[in-house]
Each structure stands twice: as C-alpha cells, then as structure tokens.
C-alpha cells in the first residue's frame, strides 16, 4: 500500500479530531487507497484478465509485480513483439479479451508494433500498456522518451493518453470494451510516470456489455432466405471472425440442412471439421468458380480469396459481417447484412424454415456434388502421392505427412513460414475451431513460436504443436527460453531448409558466381540446441522414419521440445 503525504494534509485539515482519530481516519483512508500500479492490477483482475505479458523496466516494473500479486500470472518475454503477439493470440484462442501486454517505455514500445499490426489486420483484440515519461518533462531529452499516441494512430482502434491516477480503472475499461466490440481490433494506452506513482480509490466501473449489435436487417434476411433456398450451386465461405461469437452450431445447421459446400480461409479451418463431406478446401477454386451463390461468413474478400476473383462476375454474393464499412468491399453484392453473425445466423436459419417448404434446389445438385467429389478426391491423391516420396533431404510435404500421423485431433497447431505453410494447407487437417494459426492476413513470419506458447498457457491440456520454417523461427526463437522458464511444454518443429522458402527462384535473381549466401542460411544450424541450452529437449531429425520416435521422446520428456528437421532447400513449392 502506498503512503500518501496527502491524505495525512486532507485528515490534518479536518480539525476538531483527536490526534487518534486523525491517525485512524488516516489509515482508513491508506486503505482505499492504492497506487497507479496496483490500480492497474486490481483493474485487469475485474476486467478478468488472466496473463498480462511483457518485459519489466522502468517505470513499469512495480506494474508487473502488482500484477503477481493480484494472482494474474506475469510473462516475462524476450521481445516485446513477442509479448503482443502472444497476448493477442491468447485473446483469439479463448474467443475474449484474457490478456494484456505491457511496455516499458521508448524502443521498448516500438518493439511491440508488429504484434499490434498483426492484431489490427486479423481483427483480433490486444490492448497495450506503454510507459510514458512525465509529460512535465517533455521535450527535455528524457530517457527511452517517446510519444506513442501520435505512433500507434493509424496502427490501432483507439490509442490514450493517461495522465491522471484516478483515469486508469475506467480507462482500463474502456480499452477492453473497444478492442472487443464489433470488429476486434488493438488498443493502445500510454500511461505516464506521474499517473503510475500517483494514488487512487481503488474501483472499477461497470462495464455494459461490449457486444451490443445493430438491428440485424429483416428484409435482408428475407431476400437472403430466398436467394439460398433457390441457388442451384451455393457455397459458403468460412472465415475466422466466426471466432468471436462462435455460431458454429447454426453454420453446421444452415450448410448441413441446405447440403450447401463450403470452403474456409486459412485460420477459418476447423470451424467445421476439415473431413466434413460438405468441406471442398482441396477444391476452392473450381467451387468457387462455379458457384451461383456465394454466403460470406467472417471472411473478407481479400488476398486471401484473390478478391473475389475465383467468384464468377454473374454469380450472386450474400456477405455478413459486423464492421458496416467491409460490406461490399472489394465485390458487389445481392445482399450485405450488417450485425453478428451467430444472430444473422439464428434469424436466417428460422427465416428459412419459413420458407423452404415454397422451394428448395438442395435435391437437384446431385451431379454438382459428384463432379466436386471426383475433383476432390483426384487433388487430395495428387497431394498424398507427393507427400509419400521417400527422397532425401525431405520434402516439406513429407515432413507433414509424418507429423499429421502422429498428432491427436484435438492438437492446436501453429503454423509459420511459406513452404511449410503451403506443405501444411494442402496435408494438415484441422477439426475444431480456432485450432490453427499461421502468418495470417498480413503474412506475418515470426508469429508461430509466440502463438504457440499462448496457445499452449491457454488450453494447457490440449497437445500444441508449432511447425516453423527457419526463417519465421529466427525472429522469436529466443522465446524458447521463456517456454522452458515458464514450463510451456509446447513442441517446435523447425522445417529448416537453410533459409527462405523459395531458395530456387531467389537465387536465380543473382548472377551464378555470386560469392555471398543472402537469401540462404548456413547449412547445418542446430536449432535444437537453443532449446538444450536453455534446458529444454532437442530433437535433430534428417529422416522421415525418425519423426514418429522424435515426437514420442519429446512428449514423454515433460519439457518443450525443439524439433530441428533437415528439408530440401531446393524442393519445388507445394503446388
Ligand atoms: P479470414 O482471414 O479468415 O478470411 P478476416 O479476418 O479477413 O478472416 O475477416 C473476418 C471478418 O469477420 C472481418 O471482416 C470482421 O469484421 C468480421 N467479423 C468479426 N467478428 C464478427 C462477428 N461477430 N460477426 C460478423 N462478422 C464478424
């Protein structure tokens, strides 16, 4: 508890007292009365944060300790990207806001960009906590001094300043209600030094629920309705803003009633399971391409899908989605409806039981289906036939094929790099929602190592599985550390083909005799024996039959475990 020479002024003020009242009315008051630090703390425990990640330094150190004390449980990172990755990862994964990060001050800041980035362009939620200097001291060449509202403006929903002890509960409040309500997003709350040591009455204020919807559009609905029961071929794609109210019930409803295919982006994977017969991934392009109907759910028609371009122009679009200005984006619609998509769901569902019994094309597609599932099953031999050969180094494919025979369904898998993410599209199955990771809409390489450790303090049961190229491993790899630290038994696997992915193609781009290896590492790097160094198990695999006894070992150590496999540099990509 703090000590305040203020609050002995106030209770001196109050004459008429008995110096024991005085002492007494003095301590009462010490008691309501906390420090910006631990107003911090006891706000994020009301707001039910459960993991606050960081690195602790000035002046946020004292943060980070009241927050121990709270029973929040502290991460302590080696990089602040890191942390935000972690942290908004966490947020995914448990559907709501579980966790925060926290930055001390300056670069420590600027460090934590990529990982805000990432949360603003998959539409996840992430609040960061930034150290400020007092502002009084502005401009005087203060250490680490850095003005971060005017940095994040345009990275972030809302970006604060707080400068006032007494501001941090309802700010606090207030950023978890932004980064959660309609399209998730980061948050970023520059806390100056002032505001931390200053003192406070501990209290938390109501929040209302961050979910509070338009009126979801009836007529839309209705039209909707109408355009799915009488589609000859609709699809549906699954995307995976369905994470944040979860209506995968009601899409298993509408696609298993209507015998309508769907297809899933990336991170969508596993809002229905991917052997689901309905599921037509292996063949997105030629369903999308024939298509009448298309029903966009919690997917945006970005890169992703090509924007749009696999949809035929004459084709009729139905897009839902809770962020009014993504409506139409990119694509002309039939029908946008703006709201929840577990609620436009609900409505649908019912509007559509009205009028099935008027018509329903659902019976008349039964060729469609047989020329999808002959296309289907020709694609997925193709990839399997691909994924068997026994050549060494080891393809990518090869090495996925080993790690998907052994790993459980319920595994939450990581996945980060290009080859090996390619590899893993095509041959890694995914069967519950929210299961998957990989670089997500803006690609980023780094995220498959911090995602997995907050995969892994989330569902601490479930097996969590990172598989990384060696590139996208570099950028967090000493966060194997904080795995071994913080008891994450997490597994990393390292598809290490010596460098970026597409070795072939970049290195054409220099002339033959060039003497220096850019775009290739140095053959040979022992990955695993950062994670032995650290006291952790490591595993080096340079053959496809040793994956199997690799893993078993490192499941039966009890420890993270670093998986180093040798993978041709030179495969072709995945195709
Ligand atoms: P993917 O990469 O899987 O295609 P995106 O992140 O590109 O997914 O798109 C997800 C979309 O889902 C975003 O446009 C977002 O606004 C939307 N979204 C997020 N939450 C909801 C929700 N509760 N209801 C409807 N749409 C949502």
């Not at 707001?47 to 009241?66: M, W």
């Not at 190592?449 to 790899?477: H, Q």
């Not at 990393?492 to 970026?500: L, P, V």
């Not at 781009?509 to 650290?534: G, H, S, W």
Request: some cysteine; proline content about 7%; hydrophobic content about 40%.
């Amino acid at each position: 508890m703090h000590t305040s020479a203020n609050h002995e002024q106030i209770a001196s003020r109050l004459s008429g007292l008995s110096p024991q009242q005085r002492q007494l009315l003095t301590q009462r008051l010490q008691k309501k009365m906390v420090n910006g630090h631990t107003a911090i703390a006891q706000t994020l425990k009301r707001l039910k944060v459960t993991h606050v990640y960081g690195i602790s330094g000035t002046p946020i150190d004292e943060t980070l300790a009241a927050i121990a004390q709270e029973g929040i449980r502290p991460i302590g990172v080696h990089d602040q990207q890191a942390a935000t990755l972690m942290s908004t990862a966490q947020n995914y994964i448990t559907g709501r806001l579980t966790s925060v990060a926290i930055c001390s001050a300056g670069p420590a800041i600027t460090n934590a960009t990529t990982g805000i980035l990432v949360a603003k362009d998959n539409g996840w939620p992430l609040v960061v906590l930034g150290g400020r200097r007092s502002l009084k001291m502005q401009g005087m060449g203060c250490f680490q001094d850095l003005d971060a509202v005017n940095l994040f403006q345009s990275l972030t929903k809302y970006v604060g300043l707080v400068d006032s002890t007494k501001q941090i509960p309802i700010a606090l409040a207030q950023a978890v209600q932004i980064a959660m309500s309609g399209r998730p997003g980061p948050v970023y709350l520059d806390i100056t030094e002032d505001a931390l040591k200053g003192d406070t009455i501990a209290s938390c204020p109501e929040l209302v629920s961050p979910q509070s919807f338009p009126g979801i559009d009836g007529d839309a609905i209705e039209q909707a309705a109408k355009l799915l029961l009488t589609a000859k071929h609709p699809a549906v794609i699954l995307g995976k803003g369905l994470r944040w109210s979860a209506p995968y019930a009601e899409v298993r409803q509408l696609v298993e009633d209507l015998q309508i295919p769907f297809v899933t982006s990336p991170m969508g994977r596993g809002s229905l399971p991917d052997d689901h017969p309905l599921c037509y991934n292996a063949v997105r392009s030629l369903l999308l391409s024939q298509a009448d109907l298309v029903l966009l759910l919690g997917a945006r028609l970005d890169w992703t899908f090509r924007y749009g371009a696999e949809i035929p122009a004459t084709a009729k679009l139905i897009q839902v989605d809770i962020h009014a200005p993504e409506i139409g984006h990119n694509i002309p619609l039939a029908v946008g409806i703006v709201g929840d998509v577990k609620q436009v769901l609900q409505q649908l569902l019912t509007q559509l039981d009205r009028q099935r019994p008027v018509s329903n094309c659902s019976g008349v597609r039964a060729e469609w289906f047989r020329q999808l599932d002959r296309q289907r099953q020709q694609t997925l031999m193709g990839w399997e036939i691909g994924a068997q050969a026994e050549k060494l180094p080891m393809s990518p494919q090869r090495l996925i094929a080993a790690i998907r025979d052994e790993i459980p369904k319920d595994a939450i898998c990581a996945i980060d790099g290009n080859v090996i993410l390619a590899a893993a599209q095509q041959l890694l199955p995914s069967y519950l929602p929210a299961s998957r990771f990989t670089p997500g809409t803006n690609g980023c390489m780094g995220v498959g190592v911090p995602f997995g450790i907050a995969a892994k303090l989330a569902y601490p049961d479930r097996p969590v599985i990172v598989i990384t190229g060696d590139l996208a491993f570099g950028f967090n790899a000493m966060e194997l550390e904080t795995a071994v630290r913080l008891k994450i038994p997490a597994i990393f696997i390292i598809a290490n083909n010596e460098g970026h992915g597409i070795a072939m193609r970049y290195s054409n781009l220099y002339p033959k005799d060039y003497p220096d290896r850019v775009t290739m590492f140095q053959p040979n790097i022992r990955y695993e024996q950062i994670m032995t160094a650290c006291g952790g198990h490591g595993e080096f695999v340079d053959h496809p039959h040793q994956i199997k006894a690799a893993l078993a070992r490192s499941i039966a150590s009890g420890l993270p475990a670093c998986i180093n496999v040798a993978i041709d540099p030179f495969a072709p990509y995945p195709q």
